[in-house]
C-alpha cells in the first residue's frame, strides 16, 4: 500500500500533559505511519480535553487546529483498544482512536493505533493514534 496523503492524530491526554510529551508521541506516531509533520491536518480530541493547554500548544507548533468531538459521537466509532479508564474519565472508550478516525472522516482507516507518551512518574499521560486514506 502507498503511503497516505493528509492524516488526522487523534490524542487523549490527562491534565497537566506538557507540549513536549504531545508533541514526542505525536512524533513517535507518525514515524510509524510514515509521513512527515506535515501531513497532519488537524489534531482531534473529545471535547471535555480540547482546551488541555499541552493539546493546543502542540497543534500551535504543528500549525494545526485542534477539534474537538463529543463523547457520545467518539462513543459510537470502533476501535481496536477500547478503556474502561476514559469511559469513566470522559464518557467514551477511546479518545485517541476514536478522534483520529472521527477526525478523518468516512473511509478512514487506523494507520497507528493508540500509543502511549513515555511514562513519567503516574504513568503515561497522553494516547495518541493517526488515522488517514491510504493513496491508491
Do not use: D, I, W
Not at 89 to 113: N, R
Amino acid at each position: 500500500m502507498a503511503a497516505p496523503g493528509r492524516v488526522t492524530v487523534g490524542l487523549g491526554a490527562r491534565r497537566g500533559a506538557t507540549v513536549e510529551e504531545v508533541l514526542a508521541v505525536v512524533a513517535a506516531a507518525l514515524s510509524r505511519a510514515g509521513v512527515p509533520a506535515g501531513a497532519v491536518e488537524h489534531l482531534a480530541t473529545v471535547e471535555a480535553k480540547a482546551s488541555e493547554p499541552g493539546l493546543v500548544a502542540a497543534a500551535g507548533r504543528l500549525g494545526v487546529p485542534l477539534r474537538g468531538h463529543s463523547a457520545a459521537a467518539l462513543a459510537q466509532v470502533p476501535v481496536p483498544n477500547p478503556s474502561a479508564l476514559p469511559a469513566a474519565a470522559v464518557g467514551t472508550p477511546a479518545v485517541a482512536e476514536a478522534a483520529a478516525l472521527l477526525g478523518a472522516g468516512p473511509g478512514a482507516e487506523l494507520l497507528v493505533a493508540k500509543l502511549r507518551s513515555a511514562p513519567l512518574a503516574g504513568g503515561s499521560r497522553v494516547t495518541c493514534a493517526v488515522a488517514g486514506r491510504r493513496a491508491r
